[in-house]
């Protein structure tokens, strides 16, 4: 394989580098049903990787207008996942810190750029810190726009100081490539909670099953 022409990746984090979007559905999901709302797993799918303004939006519409919703789905979810945290660790996708390491080893650099806060970040680097295979962090508190708007990938780009065509975006949701490729950088897809559909193929240029994938590109 000839040289890497990526110099930089840009990973988002809940589902791609944790496996913590599965806690996501399923906490919110029971919270709903309490609150008295069907809403569908496929519903709850749709909001993965939207940043906070959005995902508000989002469940006002699909709930027909209730603007209480999403705070306390959210709340709870934030509730749950610390304590499951606490109890059995912080849940890792399968090959995060081998790709992590890999490229660190290969002088790429690696940035993030999630929807989550940086108290939330804060807490997960408390139980296991990945911090120092960083080269920059970028949360959805750096912007006024979350995914799919294109405004976190554009600030990673910023602090990154590349030229697009050489960084690539490694996402798990529709709403995380979205944002990647009205940005027009390169995309890959890591199937997670969300599965790939063929009307969506365009906003991916690679699809892998899992992390180890990517050393076939990198």
Known sequence: MGECMFKAVIFDLDGVLLDSE???????????????????????????????????????????????????????RREQTRKYIERYGLPMKKYALEILKYLHEKGIKVALATSSSYELLNFYFSHLDFSPLLDVIVSNDDVKKGKPNPDIFLKALEKLEMNRENVCVVEDSINGLIAAKTCKLHTIFIEDQWKMTKENEIYADYSFKDLLSLKNIL
């Open 22 to 76: 599965r806690l996501n559905v399923r906490y919110k999901s029971s919270l709903a049903k309490q609150l008295g709302y069907n809403i569908t797993k496929k519903q709850f799918q749709k909001s993965l990787g939207l940043g906070k303004k959005e995902a508000t939006q989002y469940y006002i519409d699909i709930t027909g207008g209730d603007d209480t919703i999403y705070p306390k789905l959210s709340k709870y």
